[in-house]
Nanobody, 117 residues
Framework: VQLVESGGGLVQPGGSLRLSCAAS????????MSWYRQAPGKERELVAT????????NYADSMKGRFTISRDNAKNTVYLQMNRLEPKDTTVYYC???????????WGQGTQVTVSS
């Protein structure tokens, strides 16, 4: 099983980034996919979730209207479009796969996002 995040980097305040998470080794379409973020010394924070069926989405309040999660089941990939980025968004972003049927959880290795002028 692999979850490989990409797309992180350095961006100026107000800018945009699109994160990708490519999955392999499990039936991607059957898993809810989420993005989390975790700053050093802080707890992991849910950013957004997209359900396996129907594509229903859920966002943390502070991300609503700025971030958009989407998935392409044909490509086994989940995306996070991040707009109007702020310095407080600087941290490592992880993708997560969760099966409601088996309760299995898989994590990626993370990708660093830095918002700075």
């Amino acid at each position: 099983v692999q979850l490989v995040e990409s797309g992180g980097g350095l961006v100026q305040p107000g800018g945009s980034l699109r994160l990708s998470c490519a999955a392999s080794g499990f039936t991607f379409s059957l898993y809810d996919m989420s993005w989390y973020r975790q700053a050093p010394g802080k707890e992991r924070e849910l950013v957004a979730t997209i359900m396996s069926a129907g594509g229903l989405t859920n966002y943390a309040d502070s991300m609503k209207g700025r971030f958009t999660i989407s998935r392409d089941n044909a490509k086994n990939t989940v995306y996070l479009q991040m707009n109007r980025l702020e310095p407080k968004d600087t941290t490592v972003y992880y993708c997560d796969a969760y099966s409601r049927r088996s309760a299995r959880v898989y994590w990626g290795q993370g990708t660093q996002v830095t918002v700075s002028s």
